[in-house]
């Protein structure tokens, strides 16, 4: 059986400049592409070395999407779960959903778009 990955979620938001920084915050990431996109549309891709996120534009307000319409959320991963904490709330953005589990530790927040993420940690 072939083994995979995933390498990247491709997602619109409003305003990708804001995006991109946040998650180069959030996880250390840096910018690995920009250009052009359809519908006269912008992608930056912000990441690391195998996986990234997708952030295109096509210059609409996107705010107010409803959970689960198309997507229910995108898991992130992180070493310091308070550390990113701190960023989700210094960006302005409210963490809820605060849960300890086993294997982890995790909480959730929406972006400026509407965009459901949970935040995780296994240490």
């Known amino acids: 059986m072939a083994k995979g990955r995933i ?3 491709n997602l619109t938001v409003t305003d990708i400049e804001r995006s991109a920084r946040f998650f180069s915050d959030l996880l250390g990431w840096h910018q690995r592409w920009r250009g052009e996109a359809m519908n006269g549309g912008e992608t930056i891709h912000v990441g690391e070395d195998v996986t990234y996120l997708a ?12 959970k689960g319409r198309p997507m229910n959320h995108v898991g992130l ?3 310091d779960l308070d550390a990113a904490e701190s960023v ?3 960006a302005g953005l409210e963490p809820w959903g605060h849960d300890d589990y086993d294997p982890g530790r995790r909480f959730y927040f929406f972006d400026w778009d509407g965009i459901e993420f949970e935040v995780v940690s296994y240490v």
């Open 7 to 9: 390498e990247h979620v």
């Open 55 to 66: 952030l295109y534009t096509d210059r609409e307000d996107h705010a107010g999407q409803k």
């Open 77 to 79: 991963l992180v070493d």
């Open 88 to 90: 989700v709330k210094a």
